[in-house]
């Protein structure tokens, strides 16, 4: 779990100004492009089932590249991955070099999904950019850049090779029905890839907890024993409003939340328990419940498991 039990346990502090909060579009939202296959990964095979760690890879070493390579050895027909959306995984990483192992993913359930398209992914994540669940891919990346913020200088380099199954995706944003608003609270609007912008109104904060579902989703209904895959905002309520926390700007990247976890708060497993994925929720939390300042949440709920 990233992010939310630190935000919500500790609520204090942290960014933004303006009455009507708003988080920015993420970078490419409007659309994906594919990187382009080439001569380091076209030449790798490997064999075994989809979704199982691969029984035998053939590595032509060495294997260099200047620039992100994809391959589909396996081609799925499911969801396509676009920013913004999570993605469970299954991978094993070899030694463009020596064509060893040199890292692997658990082949068990996954529990910690990636974002595409998230600031802090790296070129394997940039990598998947476009894929549909089901394939399997070769990734072929220039080892300078996993191990190096420095962008790269164009010459080609020792790989590393990617083996990366899409196993699962989710939701990129809430896309349930809009439900109308209420007075005397917040009202939110998005944008294009989901982030959501927070008008405060001009009105004294509520003394109890209150929840207003702002999009329906349509999707499975979560329990106190699933997981949420979300994103969220969160800012105070003040005509000077700031946004104390937003997963949509601090790296792109969705979080998990733990529903029958202690380290959530009691207020915000109940919001969510009940809500159908595909749901956008918002959470008022008065002071006297978060500790410090009056704190209003939107969650987007992308998925569960």
């Excluded at 996954?110 to 089901?134: R, S, Y």
Aim: proline share 6%; hydrophobic share 35%; glycine share 10%.
């Amino acid at each position: 779990m990233r992010k939310l039990p630190a935000l919500i346990v500790v609520t204090a502090a942290l960014l933004g100004s303006l009455t009507a909060c708003s988080t920015a579009s993420a970078p490419g939202s409007a659309g994906c492009t594919t990187p382009a296959s080439g001569d380091a990964s076209s030449v790798v095979s490997v064999s075994g089932q989809f979704g199982s760690k691969p029984t035998k890879a053939n590595i032509p070493t060495p294997i260099n590249t200047s620039h992100t390579e994809v391959s589909t050895l396996i081609q799925g027909h499911g969801q396509t991955l676009t920013d913004g959306t999570p993605v469970f995984i299954k991978y094993t990483v070899y030694s463009g070099t020596t064509g060893k192992v040199v890292s692997s993913s658990s082949y068990g359930k996954p529990t910690t999904p990636i974002t595409v398209g998230e600031k802090n992914g790296g070129p394997i994540v940039d990598g998947l950019q476009c894929a549909q669940v089901g394939s399997r891919l070769a990734i072929a990346v220039k080892a300078s850049d996993l191990t190096s913020t420095a962008k790269s200088n164009g010459k080609s380099g020792p790989a590393y090779v990617a083996i990366v199954d899409v196993v699962k995706a989710f939701l990129p944003k809430a896309n349930g029905a809009l439900q109308p608003g209420v007075n005397n609270m917040p009202a939110v609007v998005t944008a294009a890839n989901g982030a959501p912008g927070i008008s405060v109104p001009d009105v004294a904060a509520p003394t109890s907890e209150k929840v207003q579902l702002v999009r329906k989703g349509s999707g499975h209904t979560l329990t106190k024993s699933d997981t949420a895959i979300a994103q969220f905002t969160a800012v105070d309520w003040s005509q000077t409003s700031k946004v104390e926390g937003s997963t949509w700007t601090d790296g792109d990247a969705a979080t998990t939340v733990a529903l029958n976890s202690s380290q959530i708060p009691a207020v915000i497993r109940k919001a969510l328990i009940g809500q159908s994925v595909g749901s956008q929720v918002m959470v008022v939390v008065p002071s006297g419940t978060s500790g410090s300042g009056n704190y209003i949440y939107v969650f987007d709920v992308l998925g569960s498991f």
